[in-house]
Structure formats: C-alpha cells, structure tokens
Nanobody, 128 residues
Framework: VQLVESGGGLVQAGGSLRLSCAAS????????MGWFRQAPGKEREFVSE???????????RYTDSVKGRFTISRDNTKNTVYLQMNSLKPEDTAVYYC???????????????????WGQGTQVTVSS
C-alpha cells in the first residue's frame, strides 16, 4: 500500500490550500481515510476522517479547531482523498499526513494507532 500526499505549501493567513492523497495497492472504497497533522514539538493530531460504506459516505468527522474551515472529500474513481483548507491560520502550520484504515468497524477512527498505513507528509506553512 502506498499513500502519496501533495498540495502543501506556503500561504498567508486567510488563504486556502487543497491537499491530495493518492492511494494504491488495496481496494480504496473499503478504506477509512484520515488526515492528521504534526506541528514542531507537538504530537501528531487528528484532523479529519472520511468513512465510506455501502456505496456512500458513511460519515465525516473533524477536529473542533478546523470545523467550518476544512472539508474532506474523496474521489473513488481516482483513489484519492482531499482536504480543502480555507481560512487558514498560523496555528494550522504543520506537516499534514494522510492515513488509511481497512478495518470493518463503522465507529470513528481518530487516533494514530488505528491507522494501518501513512503517507510521507506534506508541509503546510501559514504566515501571519
């Protein structure tokens, strides 16, 4: 399994970025896809989760600090999950990682140890 992120960069506060994560090596529609981030000196934290079940979006979840600003989506025809980030703030600065979980559970998956595979990360820097 391989996860490859792209789309990070430097942006001013209030700006937008869209991160992409392309997955390969396993059936994408069976995967719960997540985004995490890690700022310098801090632990990796949950950002968002997208769960696909029964041919539809089963649920999406966000950490409180990004609700209303970030949107997770997926394109199963491209085996890709996206994170649209609007109204970015300096505190959003971090390395962003996508992750995949192929477990059968329909419960939320928002901790690092529940994800089986990780991308290499992409840097997002928001200047004030």
């Amino acid at each position: 399994v391989q996860l490859v992120e792209s789309g990070g960069g430097l942006v001013q506060a209030g700006g937008s970025l869209r991160l992409s994560c392309a997955a390969s090596g396993r059936t994408f529609t069976s995967a719960t896809m997540g985004w995490f981030r890690q700022a310098p000196g801090k632990e990796r934290e949950f950002v968002s989760e997208h769960k696909w079940r029964g041919g539809r979006t089963y649920h999406v979840r966000y950490t409180d600090s990004v609700k209303g600003r970030f949107t997770i989506s997926r394109d199963n025809t491209k085996n890709t999950v996206y994170l649209q980030m609007n109204s970015l703030k300096p505190e959003d600065t971090a390395v962003y990682y996508c992750a995949a979980n192929w477990g059968p559970s329909t419960t939320p998956v928002d901790v690092t140890y529940e994800y089986d595979y990780w991308g290499q990360g992409t840097q997002v820097t928001v200047s004030s």
